[in-house]
């Protein structure tokens, strides 16, 4: 059990468009997801908090117009990447915790979305 | 603020060989550390946390406050163990995880 999907796992698009990347928890509930950033050898930096039916909590310097979140169900937590850009190009990852569980810490990990901006 | 330091990025042993992975952390609160694994080609995944202070795979990490340190340890190496191991802190209910950068583990032949 526990399951996070991703979709779609990678993608690939022009300077300028937007891009939707999708997190499902597909077997449990989830009232929160985070949403993390890699970029290449690095560590995982958090990007936001998404809250289902409310506004997501953005970390420090990461500009909330220019990645969407929106948690519009239990299940299901979005991410848009508006007006991208070369530099926006890395891999997003989001990660949530069982909601009976959520003091233990353990998150369960979707398995990554690859975005390469050209 | 929350910090995460895994001071080695890369950490190479033979099989059987004991490995020591550290971590150290600095948080003002109470600390929950937790040490996650990312297998070749597959997601992050729990390895273990303090709190639990049990022993997975053969890995354990005491949690030392004084020395602000979560180090992960294994008396005998294998290849399976071979995966990048990211030390993470947490600071109370949420889940919310600073992560440090991660030790890329390799255990030769």
């Known amino acids: 059990g526990a399951v996070v999907s991703q979709h779609p796992s990678w993608v690939i698009c022009k300077s300028g468009t937007s891009v939707k990347i999708e997190c499902r928890s597909l077997d449990f509930q989830a009232t929160t997801m985070f949403w993390y950033r890699q970029f290449p050898k690095q560590s995982l930096m958090l990007m936001a908090t998404s809250n289902e039916g409310s506004k997501a909590t953005y970390e420090q310097g990461v500009e909330k117009d220019k990645f969407l979140i929106n948690h519009a169900s239990l299940t299901l937590s979005t991410l848009t990447v508006t007006s991208a850009h070369p530099e926006d190009s890395s891999f997003y990852i989001c990660?949530?915790?069982?909601?009976?569980?959520?003091?233990?810490?353990?998150?369960?990990f979707g398995e990554g979305s690859r975005l390469t901006v050209l | 603020a929350q910090r995460v330091t895994q001071p080695e990025k890369l950490l190479s042993v033979f099989k059987g060989a004991p490995v020591e992975l550290k971590c150290n952390y600095s948080y003002s609160g109470s600390p929950e550390l937790f040490w996650y694994v990312q297998y070749s080609r597959q997601r992050l995944q729990l390895l273990l946390r303090?709190?639990s202070r049990e022993s997975i795979k053969g890995f354990t990490a005491d949690l030392n406050k004084g020395e602000t340190s979560f180090h992960l340890k294994k008396p005998f190496a294998q290849e399976e163990d071979s995966a990048m191991y990211y030390c993470?802190?947490?600071?109370?209910?949420?889940?919310?995880?600073?992560f440090g950068e991660g030790t890329q583990l390799t255990v030769n032949p």
């Open positions: 993470a802190l947490g600071g109370g209910r949420g889940s919310r995880l600073t």
């Open positions: 303090h709190i």
């Open positions: 990660s949530a915790p069982l909601w009976r569980r959520v003091d233990t810490g353990e998150l369960f």
